[in-house]
């Protein structure tokens, strides 16, 4: 089975300092792991993946991940906040080989930035 | 322009009555999926579609039906014996499966009045 955690509800974080929104998972075998953000009433807008080659994973909007293999993590981080960052962020995992052929995702964390 | 569009927007429906969702993509995937979404659950899956023709249940299929008889229609009905209908619904797709990036459509959210 796979699944992903993010233990955050919510993350608050002033504009102008780095923000980390955590995400854990678990699978059977290797996972592809994604990050999706989600503005009120609307559909999710994929922000990054990770496949397979570099641990950091650059994506849309100055965002990027770390793939943490060992500690099973991949955490959504920001060098810089902005306020038009606040938003819900959810983690989603896939394992290659095993496993169902869609995404699991987390129970979302909502990102406030205060400016 | 190329997407995945979801119609309507809104959707109220009285309690005992099946109700449509539709859901079309231009953008010739191979894959299509639902999920429903409710506060503090993040997406939860219904159903996906890796074909044509095919259909595979999620997590949450019962009181709900698909059909894909189309590449580019995936339309989710949500029956009668779906006991708690109230939810965001999104719809979304993939080129195939194997290329797992998702595409989402802007939602349906669904009222039971």
Partial sequence: ?115 | DGGITQSPKYLFRKEGQNVTLSCEQNLNHDAMYWYRQDPGQGLRLIYYSQIVNDFQKGDIAEGYSVSREKKESFPLTVTSAQKNPTAFYLCASSLTVEVTEAFFGQGTRLTVV
């Fill in chain 1, 1 to 115: 089975a796979q699944s992903v955690a993010q233990p955050e509800d919510q993350v608050n974080v002033a504009e102008g300092n780095p923000l980390t929104v955590k995400c854990t998972y678990s699978v059977s075998g290797n996972p592809y792991l994604f990050w999706y953000v989600q503005y009120p009433n609307r559909g999710l807008q994929f922000l990054l993946k990770y496949i397979t080659g570099d641990n950091l994973v650059k994506g849309s909007y100055g965002f990027e991940a770390e793939f943490n293999k060992s500690q099973t993590s991949f955490h959504l981080k920001k060098p810089s906040a902005l306020v038009s960052d606040s938003a819900l962020y959810f983690c989603a995992v896939r394992d290659r080989v095993t496993g169902r052929r869609a995404l699991t995702f987390g129970s979302g964390t909502r990102l406030q930035v205060q400016p």
